[in-house]
């Protein structure tokens, strides 16, 4: 294992989890870890990209709610409004039918049970989007509460580690909104004659971001996309979701420094996957429409890592040829584990457009996504460097093996 390698993988652990800051989407960290990985990949003989978008950075102040004279513990909904109410009468809602029945004219609606039992999709999210989501959130707006008080459980199969969970993450939502514990909202649901006061203290700021594209050119207009977010939630130094795959993409940079076969290589540092709007998603789809059958092969980048884990990869739009080639560049099964597809990665931005693709992770996934990505346990103590350096000798042996036409 190349010494070197994994040197530079620690340095830029060390530089885009501690150094820059939280990196969600807008914020100075944020763009100053785009501007990292760009000088990285200029300084391995790539051309570099950094198509801009328009965002919203927010700032969280704090949120106080009190239920008579009794202060519940409670948090913002992020990109939620600001709001500052005095004793006013609530509402509550379990249902969607309930919700549609009732008057909220000058109230509080106290949202609980199956409306709160996962986190409701933005409302111009394009790439999933339940009806009984659109429902909510229309009769919201056109109802319009005052503000919304979400009493949210615990639901690691849909919402990670995070409890209580944000009903609502929405900067195109515009009822101000907070989120707490069913142990919390128990109180307000069991004392109906009490009012609520609230205050909200937060602001939503205009801002841009950036996707990261390096790339180096074939002798055909065929490409291999290598990708990974480089954007995190609010709050968390996100590590494994997603320091480890931008590092990858680094480490890649290094390994192709000195390439030239017929595959052009695309080295995708996409900004956008834990934000509301998947702007940077968004906006690599309308750069490239009509032109994802250039697309040999995609390969994501996200949770990898992973320390006292092997590494893990899933297949997408592969026949059996193509799994060879993928067993024999990730032929170590002690090191390499193939599991179940998983579709919340970037590369579904492929998949939908039947590339062949490939997610790599870690073997752990299911227990990463329910007890540390999206909090402040996401560390690098979590982090395997050499793990990393493996994983980004095995794909360039992927790129190898698609150059011998293997595939």
Known sequence: MSTKLCGRIREDLEVLCLRTGNRHVGSPGNQEAARYIADRMRSCGFQVETPEFACIDWRDGGSRLLLGEEAL??????????????????????????????????????????????????????????????????????????????????NPALAGAVYPFPLFEDGDFHIPSVYLTEEEGGKILSKRSEKLSLEIDSQRIPSTGNNVIGRKKGRTEKRIVFCAHLDTKKGTPGALDNTTGVVLLLAMAELLEGYGGDYGIELLAVNGEDYYAASGQMLYLEENRGRMGEVALAVNMDGAGHKGQPSSYCLFNCGERERRGFTEAFGDPEAFLEIEPWHQGDHMLFVMEGVPAIAISSGNLWEILSEIVHTPKDTLDNVDPEKLCAIALACRRLVGLHLEKRF
């Open 73 to 154: 513990e409670v948090l913002t909904s992020p990109y939620s409004l600001p709001c500052d109410l005095a004793e006013r009468p609530y509402e509550t809602a379990g249902t969607l039918q309930e919700l549609e029945g009732r008057d909220f004219t000058g109230k509080i609606a106290v949202l609980h049970g199956a409306l709160c039992r996962e986190q409701v999709m933005p409302k111009n999210f394009v790439f999933y989007n339940p009806e009984e989501h659109r429902r909510m959130v229309a009769t919201l707006e056109a109802k319009k509460p005052l503000a919304i008080v979400a009493v949210t459980a615990r």
